[in-house]
């Protein structure tokens, strides 16, 4: 396992993860909905993952959100760079009842994120909009590109987890280990 730690005058940060693990997980950030979909995510890109977080939620969880964002996303770009022997790209799409979400990556070293989940209001007391700001943070502090699209879906939970383990598995297909393809650019670095 790897490990990072933050600490601002908003959150206390402390992210552990192993990239090739078995979808194990301890996850404790007090906003429980975001714990579940961080859960999913270890669990179906098979990383073994450990966040703890102490943020200012008296106020809401925005700086939690997207703070864990930001030290998973760099922890994630230790793990995974310098692209050598694994696939780069990955893509998924996930589906959850009514809900179909489309992810799309590519482990460019360049952040870009294009977000297109048609989710308002709020998953329990969890604030939809976070969503976008968990991703935006964790796509440009890994970095990487990422394609996330609702092809079809309303349940706003459905939307999300779909979002959340599309992710994932498009991730995991990313860093399968691939020996033929030493660094897969045609630049020969990324």
């Known amino acids: ?39 999913s995510f270890a669990r179906h890109a098979l990383i073994d993952l450990e966040v703890e977080c102490r943020g ?35 893509n998924a799409v996930v589906v959850m009842d009514e809900a179909a979400v489309e992810c799309d990556i590519d482990l460019s070293n360049r952040p870009f994120l294009v ?28 970095p990487l590109t990422c394609h996330l699209t609702a092809r079809r879906g309303r349940n706003r939970h459905h939307l999300i987890e779909a979002a959340f383990k599309a992710f994932a598995v498009a991730l995991r297909r990313a860093v399968t280990p691939n020996e033929r393809i030493g660094i897969p650019s045609t630049k020969g670095v990324l």
């Open 1 to 39: 396992m790897i490990e990072k730690q933050r600490s601002t005058k908003e959150t206390e940060i402390r992210v552990a993860l192993n990239l090739y693990g078995k979808g194990n997980s301890a996850v404790e950030t007090g906003v429980g909905f975001f714990d579940h979909m961080l859960e």
């Open 115 to 142: 977000y297109e989940l048609p989710v308002e209001g709020k998953v329990g007391e969890f604030d939809t909009e976070l969503t976008e700001e968990f991703f935006r943070a964790l796509v440009f502090n890994l």
């Open 56 to 90: 200012d939620l008296h106020i809401d969880a925005h700086h939690t959100v997207e703070d864990v964002g930001i030290v998973l996303g760099q922890l994630l770009g230790e793990a995974v760079y310098p692209v050598q022997g694994m696939e780069r790209f990955g």
